[in-house]
């Protein structure tokens, strides 16, 4: 299992972000796609499918995810108030065709009032025996690299 973390500061509120995740078009303007099941003020549930580009994928893995990959994300949060100071963020995620699993746990709190800060702690994990170290190391940092780019899309400060 490893373990990284990644933070930001973004200038919108935790109730803001998470709109910004049900937003359909967030994942649209990336070629992906989005279900959503609730809203943020009955807790957030989504579902969203990414396409990777092959330049994001370890080239050992290439061969076995094919010219179709893609990321699927479940992405959850508790009920949160329009003027909440603090939110968490569970984001799942599966790669099809790879032993790989992720989880993102990310804390948002409201640092000002133009504000907020991100910290999201990454958890890449592989069950297969004896291998199962290297392929999580392997996709350590692209994984980080996604979760970044997903970050990116957020406006600046």
Request: a negative charge; charged letters at 25%; aromatic letters at 4%.
């Amino acid at each position: 299992m490893k373990r990284s973390e990644l933070k930001r500061r973004v200038p919108m509120r935790p109730a803001q972000i998470l709109d910004f995740l049900a937003d359909e078009q967030t994942w649209i303007k990336d070629g992906g796609n989005m279900l959503l099941q609730s809203g943020r003020n009955d807790g957030l549930r989504l579902t969203t499918s990414m396409p990777i580009s092959r330049d994001q994928i370890p080239t050992a893995a290439q061969r076995f995810l094919g010219a179709e990959a893609k990321v699927v994300q479940h992405i959850s949060s508790d009920p949160v108030a329009d003027a909440a100071d603090a939110a968490n963020v569970l984001i799942t995620a599966e790669i099809p065709g790879a032993p790989i699993d992720v989880r993102v746990d990310i804390s948002l709190l409201r640092a000002t009032d133009d504000f907020t800060e991100l910290h999201a702690r990454i958890t890449t994990s592989c069950p297969l025996p004896l291998v199962g170290g290297m392929v999580e190391s392997s996709a350590q940092p692209y994984v980080e690299t996604m979760i970044s780019k997903g970050f990116d899309k957020f406006p600046a400060p």
